[in-house]
């Protein structure tokens, strides 16, 4: 399992954009490069990040092997209602992880 950091606003006025920031602790591998013996090191990277707000799509980006390491995703949406954000990077080598964060929704 791959260490997150998660921030956004625990709360928010309806209506309100909000700010969401993510990063996850990952090699991302090209796939390109060789190690330490020659030999080319096989890719390992996330290809998919998703963010659901109540279960409805709001954000998910096609990651490449071009993108660092450590991917920092930073993105907005719109509070709506009270509930569950929940991120999921996918990647190779069968890779999954999910996260969720609740947010409370005022006014």
Known sequence: ???TLIKLPASAKRG???EI???ISHPM???YRPGADGQVLPRNIIRRFTCRYNGEIVFSAELFPAIA???NLIFHTVATESGKLTFIWEGDNNFSQTESV???VTG
Do not use: H, Y
């Open 1 to 3: 399992m791959a260490r």
């Open 102 to 104: 609740e947010l409370t």
């Open 29 to 31: 591998e090209t796939g």
């Open 21 to 23: 920031r993510t990063l």
């Open 16 to 18: 309100e954009v909000i």
């Open 69 to 71: 390491a450590n991917p």
